[in-house]
């Protein structure tokens, strides 16, 4: 087999592995919870603290591997996965599992970022790069929705540490391929790493999941949230700032300069922040609302998954035949029309009314993997592929990051307005109550919640604490729709073709660079 191809296969078998990461906890967080004794804020950290370090340093990833080597940085980053991986699933409590998860985001940033870049230097652009990234996005596809497939059927039958466990050996095989396969290779132009940017970066992130995850329970106006949103903005500033000042910026703003890439960007972004963001809710509805088991979830998901693959392997196709910003409106245009179809559940509702959502979301993100993909990457110089391929997941993992904790934030708030309002009059109406019995539906435990609540008034309060349960629920439906039809009209309105490396490489191709030994053992 080529070396391009194992290159892809190499590139496809770890984005599945880290992105599998993301969703097929889902389904195993009742598990966690009910295991380690996790609070509802500790469950969205398990995914907000991986998401969060893939975001906070796969742009410095991109860099290190574009300086240092991209087989070499690319192999780091499998083995900083892998260990991480098997200390998550030796965790004995919730602190200790979600500082493994930090670390696995690391690992987890750092292949994501020489991904792209690996698969565009063995690839032309055009229609060969299109079947490449067609491919790469049914692997983003899959490995996104097949999560919860995944992680049912191992929670139900190993338990929630096999959901982890199940990377030890399958990164082991990828370093393997790695070394044996892949060709290194790296940018001559290259040089310094931009680390006060990583850091204000990163502590600009923290700071603002911080503050949405902990604003309702802290208060909106209190001094501490003033303070990590305050906080955030600061660093966010000082950030740009420092981007524009020094030699070589982990996020070279000039690249904004061009529409196509601020377009992409925004896509990637949108989509992540909405359908991506929301599937950790869509598990608290299915199984702790609904009562289904893990795997029951996960089977709920296929077809989700089913359809996101075979569209997905399409969309490479589409690459070559329809404009990207066309291919690209149109499925941010089905993601956002799918929440939309998502919403209005009422308490009678059974899993089926998630079907329509389900079809037609899964469509629109098999359109938009292959297309963000491609894109990403050629935009800019082809030396500069990882840098891109890094700002791009950074906005894919900001999306999903900020979104968890964005959305936690409305789901909690105008769920507790809905008990408030049903339950007034009684002591489940006051104080911080409200907000704990949807906290208490979100994680199953509305059963335990409900002792401290007099015998005769139980009915009642659970009957609030349900509706209040699909209010905000149906909330967030509603807002991440209307978010992702706003991203589809951006994207339609900055991304263009002129933008885009379309040329085919027979013709003066491009001197690739020399191939380097390999590294001493």
């Known amino acids: 087999m080529a070396r391009k191809w194992w290159t892809l296969l190499a590139v496809s078998v ?84 979600n500082l493994a998860r930090a670390v696995q985001g690391i690992g987890g940033a750092v292949m994501f970022a020489v991904s792209l870049a690996l698969v565009a230097q063995e690839f032309a652009p055009g229609r060969e790069r299109g079947t490449a990234m067609g491919i790469y996005g049914a692997t983003i596809g899959v490995s996104v929705a097949i999560g919860p497939l995944v992680g049912g059927a191992l929670v139900d039958s190993l338990g929630w540490e096999s959901v982890f466990f199940l990377n030890v050996p399958v990164g082991i095989a990828a370093i393997a391929m790695t070394y044996m396969k892949l060709r290194e290779t790296r940018d001559p132009n290259a040089t310094r790493v931009d680390w006060p940017g990583l850091v204000t970066f990163s502590s600009a992130l923290f700071l603002l999941v911080l503050g949405l995850v902990r604003g309702n329970e802290e ?47 925004l896509a990637a972004l949108g989509v992540s922040a909405s359908m991506f963001a929301l599937f950790l809710y869509i598990t608290f509805y299915l199984q702790n609302y609904l009562g289904h088991s893990p795997l029951e979830a996960g089977l709920i998901y296929l077809p989700f998954t089913v359809v996101n693959f075979f569209v997905a392997a399409a969309g490479g196709a589409l690459l070559a035949r329809l404009p990207a910003r066309v291919i690209m409106s149109v499925g941010l245009g089905m993601t956002g029309l799918a929440l939309l179809l998502m919403g209005g559940l009422d308490p009678t509702d059974e899993w089926t009314a998630l079907l329509g959502g389900f079809l037609l979301g899964g469509a629109g993100v098999g359109l938009l993997n292959p297309v963000i993909a491609d894109v990403a990457v050629s935009v800019v110089p082809k030396e500069q592929s990882g840098m891109a391929a890094g700002i791009n997941d950074t906005f894919r993992q900001v999306g999903i990051a900020v979104g968890i904790a964005a959305w936690g934030a409305i789901f909690l708030g105008r769920g507790a307005e809905k008990v408030e309002h049903l339950a007034a009059g009684t002591p489940a109406a006051t104080g911080d109550r409200p907000r704990q019995l949807i906290e208490a539906v979100s994680s199953g435990n509305l059963d335990s919640a409900l002792a401290s609540v007099p015998a005769g008034a139980r009915d009642g309060v659970a009957t609030a604490a349900r509706d209040g349960f699909l209010t905000g629920l149906n909330e967030i439906f509603l807002l991440g729709g209307i978010f992702s039809v706003a991203a589809a009209l951006v994207a339609l309105w900055l991304v263009r073709e002129r933008d885009i490396d379309r040329e085919p490489e027979e013709i003066h191709a491009p001197q690739l660079e020399p191939e380097l030994e390999p590294e001493p053992a």
């Open 14 to 97: 770890a984005t599945f592995m880290l992105l599998l990461d993301i969703t097929v906890v889902n389904t195993a967080l009742p598990a966690i919870e009910e295991d380690l004794g996790a609070s509802f804020t500790e469950l969205q950290w398990v995914i907000d603290a991986y998401t969060l370090s893939l975001a906070a340093f796969v742009l410095t990833a991109g860099s290190l591997a574009d300086r240092l080597g991209r087989r070499r940085v690319f192999a780091v980053g499998l083995g900083i996965f892998t260990l991480s991986s098997l200390a998550a699933g030796l965790a004995t409590d919730p602190t200790f599992l």
């Open 219 to 265: 208060g909106w106006g209190s001094t501490l949230i003033v303070s990590l949103l305050g906080g955030a903005a600061a660093l966010l500033i000082a950030f740009l700032v420092i981007e524009t000042r020094v030699k070589e910026p982990m996020l070279p703003l000039r690249f904004f300069r061009k529409p196509a890439f601020t377009g992409v960007q």
